[in-house]
């Protein structure tokens, strides 16, 4: 059944920062060059390890001022959010700050501020006299969509929603049921992660045996190679601009896609392994909501990490879902960027949108021997593959204590 | 320390709170928030700050003498007459 344009959610904005990028334009470039934006990270108790690290400009949007008395991923959601809406030409003459939702995911918020204020009462003694009183607004849970509305001056809701590596993925969808509602006419959401700054975070991947290790760190992200060892963790950031379709014509916007369908479900079984079939569900009834059929899918990107276990069971998963679909390719994002955990879905969303202008699917990089439990049709490795068109994104993004997501995101087509 | 020097402490606590912190035109008897881009988060980072470096704990009740730079300097001459 045709939706109305009032219901039709479509992507007008794009702002982000990922490891080595700070736009779109520049992460496209990356990811069709196969240029890895992975680093090395000398961090507290951990030593050094690989590690994707975001370089933007800090002060663009407010001053360091701010940015020293929020947190890192206040900076990171502030700096996406201006971006976007500068990308989607929004200036709040179309749209009223009252009735503009932020909503970003996350895996976890706080753990970096707590580990830093531990660390600095560890020099006095533990004495929590010096315990700082900026911890409390730093570490709610809505703090970086918070800074977001404080920058921008936003009045309607903003809350951020926990959903592990899944959040970049809840929040697209949580944004774009408040506007079926019409709760809000424009939301920002996304996804946002300062990780990097945890030894905790580290030290617990690492004591999981899933923490990645390899001399060179562009080598180091490697999901579906026999040689994966693990999760390269990484910050990062993405926000869209959501709009309904019939707002969007209304004021000329340029459209990136639509969102077709999306869905979420749960493993119910383990704390950290996930679980193929529960994942070709996901992916099944994103697709019945999109009203498509898995051959309708031009390209799925692989929430894929890394891990021995985790790369096999989606794998599984994609090659039951899409079995006889010869136009269907597939790719992975992280083996470029590394893990950008609540921001995973949205970055690697982000990264494969431009392919709808461009045809062109991006390659998984650093499979030097596939892995054969990790084979599946239509991946591409090495290369990025041309196509004379691109339909349809089905993007995967999967997050511990077995939470699943997954949106299909398809090419603009005015009714 | 002397009084130049502890006016001089609470300048640089509070360039390292807003690096734009401009102190040309600042009246030393007039509130630093109302001349500074200053809140009350960033007042109890000076007061973080004094606690850190000099071991002061200043009474919540004796914030209002830090309100402006002489202020702070009558309140603080004495108790870091020795720091």
């Not at chain 1, 360091?64 to 900076?75: D, M, T, Y």
């Not at chain 1, 499979?367 to 068109?389: F, N, T, W, Y």
Request: proline fraction near 4%; hydrophobic fraction near 35%.
């Amino acid at each position: 059944m045709q939706q109305s344009d009032s219901q039709r959610i479509v992507i007008t904005g794009v702002g982000l920062t990922a490891p080595g990028a700070s736009s779109l334009d520049q992460f496209r470039a990356n990811l069709l060059a196969g240029k890895s934006g992975i680093t090395t990270l000398d961090l507290r108790y951990m030593g050094v390890h690989p590690a994707g690290i975001c370089t933007f400009d800090e002060t663009k949007y407010r001053k360091k001022k701010e940015n020293k008395r929020g947190s890192r991923a206040g900076c990171i959601s502030v700096y996406c959010a201006n971006e976007a809406l500068g990308d989607a030409g929004i200036t709040f003459d179309e749209y009223d700050r009252s009735a503009t939702g932020v909503y970003l995911g996350l895996t976890e918020h706080g753990t970096v501020e707590t580990e830093n204020e531990v660390y600095n009462i560890s020099k006095f003694d533990y004495n929590v006299d010096y315990w700082t009183h900026h911890h409390n607004p730093r570490t709610v849970l809505n703090n970086p969509a918070g800074e977001i509305t404080m920058n921008l001056g936003i009045t309607g809701p903003h809350y951020t929603i926990g959903a592990a590596c899944a959040a970049g993925n809840a929040a697209l969808i949580q944004g774009a049921q408040m506007l079926r509602l019409g709760e809000v006419d424009l939301a920002l959401c996304g996804g946002i992660s300062e990780c990097t700054g945890s030894f905790g975070i580290f030290a617990s991947f690492k004591s999981q045996g899933a923490l990645a290790e390899h001399p060179d760190p562009i080598r180091a992200s490697r999901p579906f190679d026999m040689e994966r060892n693990g999760i390269v963790i990484s910050e990062g950031g993405c926000v869209f601009t959501l709009e309904r379709l019939d707002n969007a014509l209304k004021r000329g916007a340029k459209i990136y896609g639509e969102l077709a369908g999306y869905a979420i479900n749960s493993d119910a079984r383990d704390f950290v392994l996930p679980y193929g079939p529960r994942q070709q569900q996901c992916m099944e009834m994103a697709l019945k909501r999109a009203g498509m059929d898995a051959s309708d899918i031009t390209i799925v990107n692989t929430h894929a990490t890394g891990t021995r276990q985790g790369d096999v069971e989606e794998c599984s998963a994609i090659r039951k879902t899409f079995a006889g679909c010869t136009s269907t390719y597939i790719n992975n994002t992280k083996s470029s960027i590394g893990h950008a955990m609540g921001a995973a879905g949205v970055l690697e969303l982000a990264g494969n949108l431009p392919s709808f202008t461009d045809n062109y699917v991006h390659p998984t990089i650093n499979i030097d021997q596939l892995d054969p439990d990790c084979a599946m049709q239509g991946l591409v490795s090495g290369e990025p593959h041309k196509l004379s068109r691109v339909d349809a994104v089905l993007n995967n993004s999967f997050g511990m204590l077995g939470i699943n997501s997954v949106v299909v995101v398809k090419s603009f087509v005015a009714s | 320390m002397t009084r130049e020097e502890i006016k001089d402490v609470i300048l640089e606590i509070i360039e390292d709170i807003d690096e734009d912190a401009e102190f040309d035109n600042l009246d030393a008897d007039a509130p630093l928030r109302d001349q500074l881009d200053l809140d009350s988060m960033d007042f109890l980072d000076i007061v973080m700050e004094l606690r850190k470096r000099y071991q002061l704990q200043i009474p919540e009740d004796e914030y209002p003498e830090l309100a402006s730079l002489t202020s702070c300097v009558n309140y603080l001459e004495p108790k870091l007459k020795d720091a």
